[in-house]
């Protein structure tokens, strides 16, 4: 079944159950090095100044933003979508790659999945922000209450959004925590310090790797996996709806929930590309994510940016194939030319060109040319959100509202802000968690290895 | 023994144990045992710790966190019998600066008066409103006006002050010391009795009536030629063709607010008896007046002289008439004089340049065509401007001689708008005593020894004769806010008389005008003219007009050098500010100019091919001359070789919201001829290259071919009046829906708006600003597009840059039936009503701004910061003073919540109200809109759809309606008219 001669073993070098668990767990059992306070402290500057500007944010008003009469919605909201679409990475690994039963994932999906964690945090970040009376948000919540009772407007896409994200948090959230039930198990049993022993042994909840347990935990993996696919794939969707349920040019159309899904696992994969090429390296964990899951995720990358490449085309096309003049300025005078060039020839070279490369095998076997590549991928969905979001706001129906949109550095500060918590998230999930599901990588630790020949 | 009730058998008989009604209680009593007297010796349970904890916390977080300011409101006393609280009052009263005039009719709410609205008695402007004039009511509660008498610039009593100035007067009346009166043109009757009689007391003694817009040179040349100094009145409505040059009279000169009345009530095309007046404007600047022009000819200042003259020639030629020498080189000449040949007796021939010799021209084309007798009235004129260039020249020379011994000043601020202020300034500080009347702080105030602070309009008694023989009296709304005394009253103080100028202006009314009244008792009469607001009599019409010709043999004999090579610079008046001296009403400064949509800035408007040649970009800031930095604009239809700029900016003294905004140009002003003349010539444009941004609210000007403002021509009308509306019928014909269409029984409010009527004089805006507590947000806020008005007309330019097309459009909320906004709104705080209305309920939103953006017309507004009670944006939400113009009917929107046009539904309400209550239904045009009740052309109409007979209704049917963005299916409750152009040659 599993041909090694082609693909080699899933986890290099042929270790032992203990070797595994001490090779993993060796960043949280030694201490970090310097780089590890070095960027811990930037990340928290970063999170600093984002929090002083979310702070001017809610304590001034919207109004110190760029956004205005016309573009309601700026870098917030495009950073909003940003963050979903890398917070799919997680439940996009795990789930699909668990269904199509690719065992490498498990090397993989705990950082991905603590990445999908902190990027949809910070993602909810955003919408609540972008209120203007934000001390005010709890009227979103749908319950019985004593306004009347006031209910929420069942019809306004924010409103399913709303519902998807929090329903995305929380799933992604159980599944990741739940996955990491043996190995918080693991930890308790290995740690020498009581303080360690109790904590770990708190989040444990009393693992003992009995099959009982591992039972539970193999069916649970899979109800809750089956949850996270739907929500995989209807939680973009319904961010989509915000703006294909608007009437706007660039907005209105129904390629919007199919193109936002596979853009936001193109991001998401790109972004634990990104994540991976640093962590393999620093925490020597070669061994264990392998050149061959590099390749595989860059394989992915460039299939994927095969799809956003016709979308974006269809797109086009269909502008220009509708005749209708509002959305043929929008595509061909605001964004192929126009005052949003930059952004939109940014988008196709970052998303639909330059992951082409993964094409050739030396730059998906070269950890610069992963790092480059995928660092472009991150940039140009940016400037997908941007181009959705801004340019179809900016200049719309009728002439007379035309405006131009730039943030300012108070709306910069946030995204900085979020930017500087994520690394400094990240940081601290490699210090105080396993990187590595070792539980799940020691049933896989020996597939395509000499010894199963 | 206390008798016993009891309400069921079970209580009779003392069972209450499972009565469950009793719980509720019994659980309250519970809570409260805690407190009682042997609490402290009973031993406590865990549950009564939590439950004494819960309840302290609870109660110490609720006691701490809300706290709400304190607001004192004081009952009246003496409750006044006229005034119920929540229901306005109206005054009818007169609306005069010294410079602009309206009848209008001031709603009080609660003894502050909030809102102006046209007199509909007022056959000078009827209910049509200026913006100013809407605006002037802030004034009122401006804390820049002056609050008490001062002497020598430092506080003193009423008292001291009429002791030392009675004193100083007599002593300089004993010398034969000259006495002057400073005033700005004063229309009064009862007033200019009343100077005449102080006058008379002084054996030295001058008036002299000053404007700082001139219209010196249309006084001078009637005078020349007909003898009389009067502005004629200017009966558009009875022309059939206006030739107009440079002169902007729909948008500042002379009286827009009655000239648009008549002008546009002759450009409806469907009127059967008289055509649609035709109207070709020779002007430099785009102005409003030459955006409305069927065809607009730009001209250098400098050619206007040639051009009339051609003119005249042409006319003389064909009627026989003596010519004069002249060049004949404008084929369009030939055209315009044949045109005007054709409707002879039936044309307007007006020029707005001070300049008499020009102004004799016009005289002498006007006579030719023999437009005196139904056309230009010169007897029953325009009372508006009396001052003549050489009087305060002469003036300014005998102050600086010392010849002047007192200088009496009302109501002008020569040191801001007198060309040579220095020169004043020096001749003032050489009088011996110089008093100063006037309301607000400007740069005059302090400059004179004594300060004598005036009412507001809306503080005091007056009266007014606009035309002979229509009368219009002032009264007080409010009681004067601070201590100031009217002008009238203190020159009857210092005349040692002891009788107030309301008893005086009332002796003056009873002999001069209720003897006219034919009625019977004089307090009837007055009552009635009070309640009115206007009183008019007939005045026996006086001989016809006839032509002195020698001012135009002399006119045309003198051949001035004409043609430069340098830019020609236009200085004129403001639409928005006027002459300036309403620089610091926040609303005014803050409203778009109707053609260049910039405000808080006056600016250099240089045309497209010069700006090209130069290198200049909007926004570069560019040297006009010494001292004369601007910010350029770059200003399509703007004459090559020209510039224009504002007046009435660049204040140093005049209030916080004036202050330090553009430049003064004032002082360029040059007097030629014994003239005062707008303009002046620069050999060179320096672009500094500097950029400054400007506070734009519109920076794209072409309609990018989307059908949004659509118009025909007349000849194309008339042969199908949906012609240019093709669109409509293709789109209604496609208008399909899934859903069963919404039926609206009883109310379904619409508003139609003619495009052909609408002049773009932008009274609507600052009436819904004033109506619907619309914050004024700054400069700053401006430029980052975020300007707050509900109701904007945005301007269009079609063909070339330099020779466009101008359109007006009127936009605000749609009301759509089918809105985008209401279903994307995730908490419902827009809706739709069942009377069609799209509402929004400030208190239910959170600020998501996704109605916004998904409205197609960009018509809602967010509240970006707190803009009241907020020291950075210190306009007048953030003083006590300036709230007091706040409708009481109108929610003040919080931070972060949208608003947008409510249709007035506070108007709505009301009268709806009102007709239950007199148990009748409403009638057609009983509620109007603010914007709909200020607009002085009629071009707006609001009423029920639903009633087939109703106004609005009618106009829904005319063929010339369309929707805006039709195609998009947003069922607009707003319908507009098209545009129709008399014109036959124009591209459309």
């Known amino acids: 079944m599993y041909n090694r001669k082609i693909r080699g073993p899933l986890i290099e070098g042929d270790k032992t159950f203990s070797q595994i668990s001490k090779e993993i767990l060796a960043p949280m059992e030694t201490t970090p090095g310097l780089w590890w306070y070095i960027t811990f402290g930037i990340s928290s500057i970063a999170a600093l100044f984002g929090f002083y500007a979310i702070y001017i944010t809610v304590s001034q008003g919207i109004g110190t933003w760029g956004v205005n009469n016309s573009v309601g919605w700026g870098w917030e909201i495009v950073n909003f979508v940003w963050w979903i679409g890398i917070g799919h990475a997680g439940t996009a690994f795990s789930i699909f790659l668990l269904i199509m039963r690719q065992?490498?994932?498990?090397?993989?999906?705990?950082?991905?999945?603590?990445?999908?964690?902190?990027?949809?945090?910070?993602?909810?970040?955003?919408?609540?922000?972008?209120?203007?009376?934000?001390?005010?948000?709890?009227?979103?919540?749908?319950?019985?209450?004593?306004?009347?009772?006031?209910?929420?407007?069942?019809?306004?896409?924010?409103?399913?959004?709303?519902?998807?994200?929090?329903?995305?948090l929380l799933?992604?959230?159980?599944?990741?925590?739940?996955?990491?039930?043996?190995?918080?198990?693991?930890?308790?049993?290995?740690?020498?310090?009581?303080?360690?022993?109790?904590?770990?042994?708190?989040?444990g909840m009393g693992w003992t790797g009995s099959s009982q347990h591992w039972i539970r935990f193999e069916s649970l993996s899979f109800v809750l996996g089956g949850i996270a696919a739907v929500l995989v794939v209807s939680v973009h969707s319904i961010v989509s709806t915000d703006f294909a349920v608007g009437i706007e040019p660039g907005w209105h159309t129904t390629l919007f929930p199919p193109y936002f899904v596979v853009g936001a696992i193109f991001s998401g994969f790109a972004m634990v590309m990104t994540l991976m090429v640093i962590v393999r390296k620093i925490y020597k964990l070669t061994d264990y994510i392998t050149d061959n899951h590099m390749d595989a995720i860059a394989r992915i990358l460039v299939f994927i940016s095969l799809i956003m490449g016709t979308a974006y085309s269809t797109e086009v096309f269909i502008a220009w194939y509708s005749g209708n003049e509002y959305e043929m300025f929008t595509f061909f005078r605001n964004r192929i030319t126009g005052d949003y060039t930059f952004q939109f020839w940014g988008m196709i070279v970052c998303n639909a060109l330059i992951p082409q490369l993964?094409?050739?095998?030396?730059?998906?076997?070269?950890?610069?040319?992963?790092?480059?590549?995928?660092?472009?991928?991150?940039?140009?969905?940016?400037?997908?959100?941007?181009?959705?979001?801004?340019?179809?706001?900016?200049?719309?129906?009728?002439?007379?509202?035309?405006?131009?949109?730039?943030?300012?550095?108070?709306?910069?500060?946030?995204?900085?802000?979020?930017?500087?918590?994520?690394?400094?998230?990240?940081?601290?999930f490699f210090r105080y968690i396993p990187i590595i599901a070792v539980s799940e990588v020691k049933s896989v630790a020996h597939i395509g290895n000499k010894k199963e020949d | 023994m206390m008798k016993k009730y009891w309400k069921s058998v079970e209580e009779f008989q003392g069972i209450t144990a499972g009565d469950d009604r009793n719980n509720e209680d019994k659980y309250k009593n519970e809570l409260l045992e805690l407190f009682k007297k042997d609490f402290l010796s009973k031993n406590s349970s865990r549950r009564d710790f939590l439950k004494v904890f819960g309840f302290s916390l609870s109660s110490a977080a609720l006691i701490a966190s809300c706290k709400r300011p304190v607001q004192k409101a004081i009952p009246y006393v003496i409750h006044p019998p006229e005034i119920t609280p929540g229901k306005a009052l109206f005054y009818a009263t007169s609306y005069y600066d010294g410079h602009e005039y309206s009848g209008i009719l001031v709603k009080t709410?609660?003894?502050?008066?909030?809102?102006?609205?046209?007199?509909?008695?007022?056959?000078?402007?009827?209910?049509?409103?200026?913006?100013?004039?809407?605006?002037?009511?802030?004034?009122?509660?401006?804390?820049?006006?002056?609050?008490?008498?001062?002497?020598?610039?430092?506080?003193?009593?009423?008292?001291?002050?009429?002791?030392?100035?009675?004193?100083?007067?007599?002593?300089?009346?004993?010398?034969?010391?000259?006495?002057?009166?400073?005033?700005?043109?004063?229309?009064?009757?009862?007033?200019?009795?009343?100077?005449?009689?102080?006058?008379?007391?002084?054996?030295?003694?001058?008036?002299?009536?000053?404007?700082?817009?001139?219209?010196?040179?249309?006084?001078?040349?009637?005078?020349?030629?007909?003898g009389k100094a009067v502005i004629p009145d200017y009966h558009f409505h009875n022309a059939g063709f206006v030739v107009s040059v440079n002169a902007d009279?729909?948008?500042?000169?002379?009286?827009?607010?009655?000239?648009?009345?008549?002008?546009?009530?002759?450009?409806?095309?469907?009127?059967?008896?008289?055509?649609?007046?035709?109207?070709?404007?020779?002007?430099?600047?785009?102005?409003?007046?030459?955006?409305?022009?069927?065809?607009?000819?730009?001209?250098?200042?400098?050619?206007?002289?040639?051009?009339?003259?051609?003119?005249?020639?042409?006319?003389?030629?064909?009627?026989?008439?003596?010519?004069?020498?002249?060049?004949?080189?404008?084929?369009?000449?030939?055209?315009?004089?044949?045109?005007?040949?054709?409707?002879?007796?039936?044309?307007?021939?007006?020029?707005?340049?001070?300049?008499?010799?020009?102004?004799?021209?016009?005289?002498?084309?006007?006579?030719?065509?023999?437009?005196?007798?139904?056309?230009?009235?010169?007897?029953?004129?325009?009372?508006?401007?009396?001052?003549?260039?050489?009087?305060?020249?002469?003036?300014?020379?005998?102050?600086?001689?010392?010849?002047?011994?007192?200088?009496?000043?009302?109501?002008?601020?020569?040191?801001?708008?007198?060309?040579?202020?220095?020169?004043?300034?020096?001749?003032?500080?050489?009088?011996?005593?110089?008093?100063?009347?006037?309301?607000?702080?400007?740069?005059?105030?302090?400059?004179?020894?004594?300060?004598?602070?005036?009412?507001?309009?809306?503080?005091?008694?007056?009266?007014?004769?606009?035309?002979?023989?229509?009368?219009?009296?002032s009264q007080p709304c409010i009681n004067p806010l601070f201590n100031t005394r009217s002008f009238q009253d203190s020159l009857l103080k210092w005349s040692g008389s002891s009788i107030s100028w309301h008893d005086y202006m009332m002796t003056n009314w009873e002999k001069e005008y209720f003897p006219k009244a034919k009625m019977s008792g004089f307090q009837n009469f007055w009552d009635r003219s009070l309640g009115n607001g206007v009183f008019s009599y007939n005045i026996s019409d006086s001989k016809p007009a006839i032509f002195n010709k020698e001012g135009l043999i002399r006119a045309m004999n003198s051949r001035e050098k004409t043609g430069t090579?340098?830019?020609e610079v236009i200085l004129n008046e403001s639409v928005t500010l006027g002459t300036g001296m309403h620089a610091n009403n926040p609303w005014l400064m803050e409203l778009p100019d109707p053609v260049s949509r910039h405000c808080w800035d006056n600016i250099a408007a240089v045309s497209p091919a010069d700006a090209l040649k130069l290198g200049i970009q909007t926004g570069h800031l560019i040297k006009l001359a010494d001292g004369l930095i601007l910010p350029a604009f770059i200003q399509p239809g703007q004459a090559e070789g020209t510039v224009s700029v504002a007046l009435g900016y660049g204040h140093t003294n005049s209030g916080p919201v004036a202050n330090?905004?553009?430049?003064?140009?004032?002082?360029?002003?040059?007097?030629?001829?014994?003239?005062?003349?707008?303009?002046?010539?620069?050999?060179?444009?320096?672009?500094?290259?500097?950029?400054?941004?400007?506070?734009?609210?519109?920076?794209?000007?072409?309609?990018?071919?989307?059908?949004?403002?659509?118009?025909?021509?007349?000849?194309?009308?008339?042969?199908?009046?949906?012609?240019?509306?093709?669109?409509?019928?293709?789109?209604?014909?496609?208008?399909?829906?899934?859903?069963?269409?919404?039926?609206?029984?009883?109310?379904?409010?619409?508003?139609?708006?003619?495009?052909?009527?609408?002049?773009?004089?932008?009274?609507?805006?600052?009436?819904?600003?004033?109506?619907?507590?619309?914050?004024?947000?700054?400069?700053?806020?401006?430029?980052?597009?975020?300007?707050?008005?509900?109701?904007?007309?945005?301007?269009?330019?079609?063909?070339?840059?330099?020779?466009?097309?101008?359109?007006?459009?009127?936009?605000?909320?749609?009301?759509c039936d089918n809105a985008p906004c209401e279903n994307v709104c995730p908490v419902s705080a827009t809706n739709h009503s069942s009377e069609g209305l799209n509402q929004m309920s400030y208190n239910r939103c959170i600020g998501t701004k996704y109605c916004i953006n998904n409205c197609p017309y960009k018509v809602r507004r967010f509240n970006w910061y707190r803009y009241t009670n907020n020291k950075a944006f210190d306009f007048n939400a953030a003083s006590d003073l300036g709230k007091m113009v706040l409708n009481p009917d109108v929610t003040v929107r919080e931070r972060g919540v949208v608003e947008k046009c409510s249709f007035c539904v506070q108007r709505i309400q009301e009268k709806k109200l009102q007709a239950k209550l007199e148990n009748r239904t409403l009638k057609d045009n009983e509620i109007k809109t603010a914007c709909m009740q200020a607009c002085p052309s009629g071009a707006i109409i609001f009423g029920n759809l639903k009633d087939r007979s109703s106004k609005v209704s009618g106009l829904f049917e005319n063929p010339r309606r369309y929707h805006l963005l039709e195609e998009l299916h947003t069922l607009p409750s707003i319908g507009y008219l098209t545009k129709v152009w008399n014109d036959e040659e124009s591209k459309s």
Not at chain 2, 694 to 705: I, K, P, R, Y
Not at chain 2, 722 to 745: C, Q
Request: glycine share 6%; proline share 4%; net charge neutral.
């Open chain 2, 249 to 473: 009279f729909l948008g500042a000169w002379v009286s827009p607010v009655h000239f648009i009345q008549k002008y546009v009530s002759r450009r409806i095309p469907d009127n059967k008896e008289k055509n649609m007046l035709r109207h070709i404007h020779f002007e430099s600047g785009l102005s409003l007046t030459g955006s409305n022009a069927d065809k607009r000819i730009r001209i250098k200042p400098s050619e206007e002289r040639l051009i009339l003259t051609e003119l005249y020639n042409r006319i003389a030629a064909k009627t026989g008439e003596e010519e004069f020498p002249g060049v004949a080189g404008r084929t369009d000449l030939a055209e315009i004089a044949d045109n005007l040949l054709a409707s002879k007796g039936k044309s307007i021939v007006l020029s707005g340049t001070n300049d008499v010799e020009i102004q004799i021209i016009v005289n002498g084309i006007n006579t030719l065509l023999g437009n005196y007798t139904d056309c230009i009235d010169l007897n029953r004129n325009l009372n508006i401007a009396a001052g003549i260039d050489s009087r305060t020249e002469e003036l300014v020379a005998d102050l600086n001689s010392g010849k002047v011994k007192a200088l009496f000043m009302y109501n002008v601020n020569p040191v801001y708008d007198y060309p040579d202020s220095e020169k004043f300034l020096s001749g003032l500080k050489k009088t011996e005593l110089t008093v100063n009347m006037t309301g607000s702080l400007n740069e005059t105030v302090g400059k004179a020894k004594y300060e004598c602070p005036v009412h507001h309009f809306l503080e005091s008694w007056d009266d007014a004769e606009i035309i002979p023989g229509q009368l219009s009296l």
């Open chain 1, 171 to 203: 799933i992604s959230f159980s599944f990741w925590y739940l996955g990491m039930l043996p190995d918080f198990a693991t930890i308790r049993d290995r740690t020498k310090s009581k303080i360690k022993k109790a904590i770990y042994g708190f989040f």
């Open chain 2, 660 to 815: 330090k905004v553009g430049v003064n140009v004032y002082t360029f002003i040059r007097i030629i001829g014994g003239n005062r003349v707008y303009g002046f010539i620069t050999n060179e444009l320096e672009n500094t290259l500097k950029q400054s941004q400007l506070a734009l609210t519109q920076v794209h000007h072409s309609m990018e071919g989307r059908p949004i403002v659509r118009e025909t021509v007349l000849s194309k009308y008339r042969n199908n009046p949906a012609s240019g509306n093709e669109l409509h019928e293709e789109y209604e014909s496609k208008h399909r829906t899934l859903y069963p269409e919404v039926n609206y029984d009883g109310f379904h409010w619409g508003l139609a708006i003619d495009l052909n009527l609408c002049v773009g004089c932008n009274s609507c805006v600052i009436a819904c600003q004033a109506e619907n507590n619309i914050p004024v947000v700054g400069r700053e806020e401006v430029k980052r597009r975020r300007i707050m008005h509900w109701m904007k007309i945005d301007r269009y330019y079609s063909d070339t840059p330099d020779d466009p097309k101008v359109y007006f459009q009127p936009l605000t909320c749609q009301h």
């Open chain 2, 565 to 567: 090579d340098g830019f």
């Open chain 1, 103 to 168: 065992r490498w994932r498990t090397s993989i999906n705990r950082a991905a999945e603590a990445m999908t964690v902190i990027a949809v945090m910070l993602a909810a970040l955003f919408p609540a922000l972008h209120m203007g009376r934000v001390w005010l948000a709890f009227y979103i919540f749908p319950y019985p209450n004593t306004r009347g009772p006031l209910w929420v407007n069942f019809n306004s896409p924010l409103f399913w959004d709303f519902v998807a994200i929090t329903a995305y």
């Open chain 1, 358 to 428: 993964f094409w050739f095998r030396k730059v998906r076997r070269s950890w610069v040319g992963l790092l480059v590549v995928s660092l472009f991928i991150n940039l140009g969905m940016w400037f997908e959100r941007f181009n959705i979001v801004v340019t179809s706001l900016s200049k719309d129906f009728l002439p007379s509202n035309w405006v131009s949109y730039n943030p300012t550095y108070i709306e910069i500060g946030v995204y900085v802000g979020t930017l500087g918590l994520f690394a400094a998230g990240v940081l601290l």
């Open chain 2, 109 to 226: 709410r609660d003894g502050r008066p909030i809102k102006i609205e046209g007199n509909i008695l007022s056959s000078f402007n009827g209910e049509g409103t200026t913006a100013r004039v809407q605006a002037s009511v802030l004034s009122l509660y401006d804390d820049a006006r002056l609050k008490f008498p001062t002497s020598d610039n430092s506080p003193a009593s009423w008292n001291t002050i009429d002791e030392q100035i009675t004193n100083d007067l007599a002593k300089i009346n004993s010398a034969e010391g000259e006495i002057v009166l400073l005033t700005s043109t004063v229309i009064s009757p009862s007033t200019i009795k009343l100077i005449n009689e102080f006058g008379a007391r002084f054996r030295n003694f001058r008036w002299v009536q000053y404007d700082a817009i001139s219209y010196s040179a249309v006084l001078e040349a009637n005078l020349m030629c007909f």
